[in-house]
């Protein structure tokens, strides 16, 4: 008895002291030096880094720029995702619930991390275990380890029985002594890789590392057979290497990793003043691609907490308000119908001892005890608690005007804890008790429906949010389609759903009749309906599967314990800031100040990063291409280069390295469809070769005449600035006041470029063969309308 009570008052502030603390590593995010070492020592990097130090050795120092450019890439990347780091680990904390624990017989709240071993650490419904441990408290205490095992049906325990971290209390209240913490407890070592920093699964990064793959094997090739052509047709060593250089530099899409990261990381930090939490940053990728919204109205269409409305007595001579009171104060940690009932009844009256309890689960939608000579009373749905009769109908008609409504009933007995569980049939009722029974007093109950006898019906009413509606129509404007799940009489969720003008709110669907192993026509019915009432846990899981088989990209909101399994599995889960800590631990994104209207922006961020590195990609893509086709003419045809790195330099900072970090951030609308690598395949190939093409076709029109080496040098550049600046408009469109200052001020800055002496002999130019010069733009323009054509009539091709 000592040792129980020791337990049970929790550890001393002496043993704490000296206890192992629960440090686990956040994986937010990466440390300081996993950051410099991803953007420093890169294959790309020791390249370029080798082609810069033969310049430096071999040339003349303007044509080393190129090295500089990558060295403010590397500083950039670096700060920019310093900076998201920053915000990620803020916000991370932020987003830490509290651990309640009890020390020197007192109840506490301390951070996760200063959990430590041997504490005595107290449960309620929505916890998420952080720990190991051992349960020394049980008031009905259901643990779902779903998470942990794949079994969806919760775990009754008991005193002894063993509790894991990862899983999360559904039911019920208890404790339990931490026995494994920090990197011993078994979810930290089950996901020992998980715990360090990493990306999930993100076509975007996929399809920008396979670029960098294939790019890479393909330089080493062309760039020997380049530097070998250069050297063997050259007289000067030295023009010979740079202009080797210059070709290989071309072909590395040096920026495209820059940008994609700079993309992600502002995003992160564009949504981290918004309160919201990216956990994982290509989930930022997922809210582009989301064209199917899940909204639990509990907590996302309606606010958190709820007001007791009318209590309406259905048979005299019952104590509906004792009974009310007694129930609402039977759980330690009440959820937010218990409270509206503790709020006007302050406290459970004299006598009303229960015995057998079952707490409240979003399974079984209703909770009950015993209380001894008064009987076992249970307070639930109607719909769920009542099979038909005056009391139902009533109950409906509630309903029908968008109240809660819960049925207060007397049962002759209660059901074991996790018989509810166990409903297979979509019309099975919870409790079946005999349809007749003996009241306390010696009277015969007279039971409604399925062993309940209605006694009052209560009806609470849920707080709208004032911005749910505006955010409904934004996403309809956007295309996405909302499907309201929520666990309460579809009749109520489409009173509220049709008042915040949702389409089709009108039609209904108890979940309850919907197929259970016929997942073809579930789809269907997901498709052409939006509101379902009364759907479980499981069956949220199964909705968000079913969507995802009909080729859906499916986002799930969520904050109750009840939407844990249809977070994790949706394509991105969302929780609310206030929600469970099991929610919040298991979705991608948290919205932190529990604002609905911030959703929105956060599938706006998503749409403008996605849509913004397409773009961007189709530059450097091209880029790499027009040099690949370059190389391997000049190298197969055994020519000079037709540029200095310098002039790649020029032409590749303002027609790609500056407009790209504009259209990068730029905002965008337009949401993201799969097959990213086809489509800048489709853009970047031809528009490639035929750069390339004009390139070559100027410089050998000009170098063919009495001009200098440096003249027809400045030809290819005039063909290579105007096709790419042309490949920039495509690109750029649709084409807004800001972009066409954009691409105007880049073909001006090239212009007074040529004009300006310094200028001019710093990159090598001298435009004074007006001949080839007026040759080099004619040939532009054939090739301009070439790659309008041809990307025109790619874009229609489907691989």
């Keep these: 008895m000592d040792r129980l009570s020791t337990v049970a008052n929790g550890l001393t502030s002496a043993q704490v002291a000296g206890a192992k603390p629960n440090h686990v590593p956040r994986r937010s995010s990466r440390s300081l030096s996993a950051i410099v070492r991803a953007n420093v020592f890169t294959l790309f990097n020791l390249v370029i880094g080798v082609l810069w130090a033969l310049v ?5 120092w303007q044509d080393s720029l190129f090295g500089l450019v990558i060295v403010a890439n590397v500083l950039i990347g670096i700060v920019q995702e310093l900076r998201a780091k920053r915000t990620l680990d803020k916000l991370a904390v932020i987003n830490e619930a509290p651990v309640r624990v009890r020390r020197d017989g007192e109840e506490r709240l301390v951070q996760p991390r200063q959990v430590v071993l041997g504490d005595l650490i107290l449960l309620a419904p929505g916890d998420r275990l952080l720990v190991d441990g051992e349960v020394i408290e049980s008031d009905g205490l259901e643990v779902d380890e779903s998470l942990l095992t794949g079994e969806a049906d919760p775990v009754h325990k008991q005193p002894g029985d063993e509790v894991l971290s990862g899983s999360f209390a559904v039911a019920g209240a208890g404790a339990f002594v931490a026995t494994r913490v920090g990197t011993d407890a078994y979810a930290v070592k089950l996901a020992e890789e998980a715990s360090k920093f990493h990306l999930a699964h993100s076509e975007l990064r996929e399809g920008v590392a396979n670029f960098i793959k294939y790019i890479t094997w393909l330089v080493i090739p062309i760039g020997a057979l380049l530097i070998y052509s250069q050297l063997k047709h050259s007289a000067d060593f030295g023009t010979a290497i740079t202009g080797a250089v210059a070709g290989i530099v071309t072909m590395i ?16 930090v564009r949504l981290g003043r918004r309160k919201c939490l990216v956990q994982e940053l290509p989930a930022i990728e997922g809210l582009a691609r989301v064209d199917v919204l899940c909204l639990d109205k509990t907590g996302t269409l309606t606010a958190g907490g709820m007001d007791l409305d009318q209590v309406l007595p259905l048979r005299d001579g019952h104590p509906v308000e004792d009974a009310l009171a007694a ?9 937010a119908t218990a ?4 709020a006007r009844y302050q406290s459970a009256r004299d006598g009303w001892t229960a015995g057998e309890t079952v707490p409240f689960s979003s399974a079984r939608k209703w909770s009950g005890a015993h209380f001894g000579e008064r009987g076992a009373w249970v307070l639930g749905a109607p719909d769920v608690l009542l099979d038909g009769g005056d009391a139902y109908d009533r109950a409906a008609e509630l309903a029908a005007t968008g109240a809660r409504v819960l049925v207060l009933g007397r049962a002759r007995t209660l059901p074991a804890p996790l018989a509810a569980e166990a409903r297979t049939e979509p019309d099975r009722t919870p409790i079946e008790a005999d349809r007749t029974g003996i009241d306390a007093d010696g009277a015969e109950i007279e039971e409604d429906g399925a062993g309940v006898e209605a006694v009052a019906l209560v009806t609470l009413k849920q707080r709208v949010r004032p911005d749910a509606q505006e955010t409904l129509r934004y996403f309809a404007k956007q295309g996405v389609t909302v499907k309201v799940i929520s666990g309460d009489n579809p009749t109520a969720v489409s009173a509220i759903a049709t008042g915040l003008e949702i389409p089709d709110a009108h039609r209904s669907i108890d979940a309850r009749d919907l197929p259970y192993d016929d997942e073809a026509k579930l789809g269907e019915l997901l498709d052409s309906h939006t509101v379902f009432g009364r759907v479980s846990p499981r069956q949220k899981r199964q909705f968000v599967t079913a969507l995802q088989a009909r080729g859906h990209t499916v986002a799930m909101t969520g904050d109750g314990v009840n939407d844990v399994l249809a977070l994790k599995d949706a394509d991105l889960g969302i929780a609310m800031g206030a929600g469970s800590p099991a929610t919040k631990a298991v979705a991608q994104v948290v ?6 209207a911030t959703l929105p922006h956060v599938v706006g961020e998503g749409r403008r990063v996605l849509a913004n590195i397409e773009r961007v990609s189709n530059l450097f893509l091209t880029k790499t291409f027009y040099a690949i086709v370059l190389s391997l003419l000049v190298g197969v045809a055994g020519v000079m280069f037709p540029f200095a790195p310098r002039h790649s330099t020029l032409t590749n900072a303002l027609t790609i390295g500056v407009p790209a970090l504009f259209l990068a951030l730029a905002p965008t609308f337009e949401r993201s469809k799969p097959g990213f690598v086809p489509r800048v395949l489709r853009f970047a190939v031809p528009a490639g070769v035929l750069c390339a093409a004009a390139v070559l076709l100027s410089f050998w029109a000009a170098h063919s005449g009495t001009s200098t080496l440096v003249e027809d040098q ?15 408009v495509l690109i ?17 800055a090239f212009a007074i470029g040529l004009t300006i002496p310094f200028v001019r002999h710093f990159f090598a130019l001298e435009p004074g063969d007006l001949s080839n010069d007026l040759t080099a733009v004619g040939i532009s323009i054939v090739a301009a309308v070439m790659i309008s054509v041809a990307v025109k009539v790619a874009g229609t091709l489907r691989t």
């Design 339 to 342: 409270q509206a009932i503790r």
């Design 714 to 728: 400045t030809s290819a550049v005039i063909t290579l600035f105007l096709t790419t600046w042309w490949v920039l």
């Design 327 to 335: 129930l609402a104060h039977l759980d330690h940690s009440p959820n």
């Design 732 to 748: 750029a469109r649709p084409l807004n006041w800001w972009r066409i200052a954009l691409v105007a001020s880049m073909a001006a």
């Design 253 to 268: 899409p040096e920026g495209l990793v820059l940008m994609t990261s700079i993309a992600f990381a502002v995003g992160v």
């Design 56 to 60: 430096l050795i071999f040339g003349e």
């Design 591 to 596: 919205l932190l100040d529990d604002k609905f």
